[in-house]
Nanobody, 120 residues
Framework: QVQLVESGGGLVQPGGSLRLSCGAS????????MGWYRQAPGKQRELVAT???????KYADSVKGRFTISRDNAKRTVYLQLNSLEPEDTAVYYC??????????????WGQGTQVTVSS
């Protein structure tokens, strides 16, 4: 059993900042990648940022220079620092992990989602 717990969403004014976190726990052997996606009302879920254990970090063009993804491997936690927020960033943000789990092999799992609303 693997659990992902997200936190850090909320309401913020344009230009403001938030920090999201997502902690993974359970029978995890190793982590291949951790990342963030978002889904705005009426739109498809899209990649925001992903950080593999090996390889380069990737960002959506729309967030480059404003958002920063980071990981604490010891805590199995991924963070997303959101700066210079815009109304267009309003969405539910989902953590996603690509992991190897006891008895199941390699799987992807989603967090429960956290709402980010950017509005004045």
């Amino acid at each position: 059993q693997v659990q992902l717990v997200e936190s850090g969403g909320g309401l913020v004014q344009p230009g403001g900042s938030l920090r999201l976190s997502c902690g993974a726990s359970g029978s995890i052997i190793s982590i291949t990648a951790m990342g963030w996606y978002r889904q705005a009302p009426g739109k498809q879920r899209e990649l925001v940022a992903t950080m593999p254990s090996v390889g380069s970090t990737k960002y959506a063009d729309s967030v480059k220079g404003r958002f920063t993804i980071s990981r604490d491997n010891a805590k199995r936690t991924v963070y997303l620092q959101l700066n210079s927020l815009e109304p267009e960033d309003t969405a539910v943000y989902y953590c996603n992990v690509d992991i190897i789990v006891v008895g199941r092999g390699r799987i992807q799992q989603w967090g429960q989602g956290t709402q980010v609303t950017v509005s004045s």
